[in-house]
Nanobody, 125 residues
Framework: QVQLVESGGGLVQAGGSLRLSCAAS????????MGWVRQAPGAEREFVAA????????YYADSVKGRFTISRDNAKNTVYLQMNSLKPEDTAVYYC??????????????????WGQGTQVTVSS
């Protein structure tokens, strides 16, 4: 069983930055692609970013490329999402998830995906 705990969300002005963390526990928690999915009020869930076990492959939604950076520390079983140049459109609950299925066009959850409880990110104008 994999447990995921997100942290680092909060309120920030447009143009500001936040860093989200996702701490995973479980015997094989760090052996899978991990990433972030967000959901704004009234909207469907949207893939944000993901990273492979080794960190050699990263995936980003077009809407965040050049602004967000995903990284991981396998020794700590932790994934990070550095969010810069934040926009009001980034306001959402951000969920950590693993494993994700990924291809060049993005990533998605499936029947075996574990989800965290989410952390709120609010970007003001």
């Amino acid at each position: 069983q994999v447990q995921l705990v997100e942290s680092g969300g909060g309120l920030v002005q447009a143009g500001g930055s936040l860093r989200l963390s996702c701490a995973a526990s479980g015997r094989t928690a760090s052996r899978y692609i991990m990433g972030w999915v967000r959901q704004a009020p009234g909207a469907e869930r949207e893939f944000v970013a993901a990273i492979s076990w080794s960190g050699g492959s990263s995936y980003y939604a077009d809407s965040v490329k050049g602004r967000f950076t995903i990284s991981r520390d396998n020794a700590k079983n932790t994934v990070y999402l550095q969010m810069n140049s934040l926009k009001p459109e980034d306001t959402a609950v951000y969920y950590c998830a693993t494993p994700l299925g990924c291809a060049g066009y993005g990533c998605y959850g499936h029947s075996l995906t574990h989800w965290g409880q989410g952390t709120q990110v609010t970007v003001s104008s």
